[in-house]
Every structure is written in C-alpha cells, then in structure tokens.
C-alpha cells in the first residue's frame, strides 16, 4: 500500500506537457508538419539562416551546422555579459557581433522565425536545464516571481499553474504551465510567439504591469520554468489554444 | 511573397483519390478590428482560393472575414493524369499568389 502511494506521489511529481489536455484536433495539428502554422515561420527561418547578413558577410549557416539539442539547454549563462540568457538573446547577440548585422527586435517576425528554426532541431529532445551555479541565484529569483501574488487580482502564477493545475477558469483548462513548446503558434493570437509574451500576457490578465521584453524578470522566470519542466520533451513550434 | 505549406503526393496510381493540404500565411484582417489608435484596421483577406490541374479547375474556396489568419484548405481529387497541380490565392490590396506542383500518375 505504501508503495502505491509512493508511486502515484511520483507520478503526480511529473510534469504535464500542455499538450497532454489540448483536444485531439489540436494534437493532430500540432503534430502534422503539414498543417502545424508555426512551420510557416520554420521555413522563414530557415532562408534567414541561410541569407549572408551584416557588415561580416556571413550567414548562420557559414558558422553553424547542426544545432539539434541547443534550445534544450536554454536559458544558458553568458559569460560575456555576466547574465543568463535566452536563446532569442543569444540569437541577437551572434547576430550583432559576430554578423555585424542590425539588431532584431524581441518579438520582431524574422527573430522568432530564426528563433524556431533553432528550436526546432530539439524537437523531442528533454528540457535540459545546465547545472551551472552561477544560474542558481537568478533561478531562485524566478521562483520567487513564481511564487508572488501580483496585479490587482493579487494572484501569483504558482496559484493558478500549481494550486490549480487541471481545473478550469471559466470554460479554459488551467495547464501547469510548461514552457517546453515555445516559440508557440497560439490560436488566440493567430501567430507565433515567445515564452516572454505569453508571460507578459499572463500578468496582463492579472492586471500586472508587465515589464518590456527582454527585461530580466522574465530571463529568471524563464530560467526556473526550464527547470521545473525539466525532462519535458521540446515540442516547439508548439500549439496551443 | 507570402510563404505557403502544400502537402500531396509526388506520385499516385490512376484513378486514386489524393488529399491536398495548404497553408499560406496571411493576417486575414477582418475589417471589423479597431487598431491601437481607435480606428478600424481595412480589411485585408485572401477572398478566392483556386486549385486547377492540368488547367482544369478541380477545386475553389471563397473565404470570408470569419475566417482566422493563415488559413488551412484540405481537399481531395482523383489522380487523372500525370501533369501540374497549380494553387493560386487572391484576396484584397491586390494579393495574389500562385503555387505549382508536379504529379506522377501510374
């Protein structure tokens, strides 16, 4: 008996992909190539990898083969700016110093496109969230946004996406809330976006003042979502309602 | 250039009944939206979707502005003859796109 409890304790302690609650319809989309909208932008992506940028005359692809399993392991720590970083950030920095190329802005088509061509080469790979310490106190960070009540409805994400995984606000399902799909085409907003708006859009809903992209609360947010889902496969371009 | 995702066979035996799917990306605005300064957004929608083969209309869609953004079209035909699918998409500010396909018919 004690043992049953043990394992169904466990099982309850594995994170659940968003996915898992979605309609069969949206599986079936998601999981098509053919029909997934994220593989618009994929192939957008994918000529921008290809296309020579920048005062360097270089494309992605002159220095990069394969980058299967990268978006796993992000958020990394960037040692040359002393900061975690996301793989957008990191998609921007390459692009500033090593093409010399104009800056993309967080959320611009051409970054996202770039971002889940990247990202798509880990499809079902696990989350693998890098062990570095110096991650630890902006993780913990992270948590600690989790976990504070915000916005004029004073609710934190962990009431919703922990206390309250699996039951509904009004006709929705609350999903844990794992970040293993992103960039996500989502059908709300008819396009693809970043994990960062889906946050901003989050705190919006709790009438929170949502800070400008790239700010670094969500980079700590970011680095703890990584971390609790870890050993969610990556299914970016993911879909979701 | 709008990008666009087709799926069908390259090849099909005589007689066989084929599924096409397309995707196109497209913002499908409706023309009801306010935009951030208050005022409506012009609509701006694919109307007309058309799939010929061999020059012979097998297929068309008339879209609506119910309609969401990147709009997914599945069909089906039956495999005549070997020769050329073309899919073009023709909508409002002048838009219009054609896509061709080969087909091997056996």
Known sequence: MRWLLLLLGMAAAQPRSGTQDMSRELQ???????????????QEGEALFQRREGLAGKACADC??????????????????????????????????????????????????????????SRGMALAPPADPRLAPA???????????????????????EER??????????????????????LEWQALGSLQRRLRNCMVGVRATAPAYGAAEYLELELFLAQRGAGLPVEAPAVRP | MARVLLNLPRSAAKGAVIEIRTLIMHPMESGFR?????SILPRDIITRFRCSYNGEEVFRA??????????????????TESGTLSFTWE????????????????
Do not use: K
Request: hydrophobic residues 40%.
């Open chain 1, 28 to 42: 079936a989309m998601q999981a098509d190539d053919s029909a997934n909208p994220g593989m618009l932008w994929m």
């Open chain 1, 139 to 161: 993780r913990a960070r992270g948590e600690a946004l989790f976990r504070q009540r915000r916005g004029q409805l004073n609710l934190s994400c962990a009431q919703c996406h």
């Open chain 1, 64 to 121: 990069h083969a394969s980058l299967a399993g990268v978006a796993a392991r992000y958020p990394a720590w960037d040692p040359a700016t002393a900061a975690p970083i996301d793989l957008a950030g990191r998609i921007q920095q390459c692009r500033a110093e090593r093409q010399q190329a104009a800056p993309l802005p967080r959320e611009s088509e051409p970054l996202l496109a770039l971002t889940v061509f990247v990202a798509r080469q």
């Open chain 1, 165 to 186: 995984a699996g039951l509904r606000l009004g006709s929705a399902l609350i999903p844990e809330g794992h970040a293993n799909g992103y960039p996500q085409y989502r």
């Open chain 2, 34 to 38: 306010p935009g951030m300064n208050g």
């Open chain 2, 91 to 106: 909508g409002d500010n002048d838009f219009r796109q054609t896509e061709t396909r080969d087909i091997a018919v056996t």
């Open chain 2, 62 to 79: 008339e879209l609506s502005p119910a309609i969401a953004a990147n709009p997914f079209i599945s069909f089906t035909t039956v495999a």
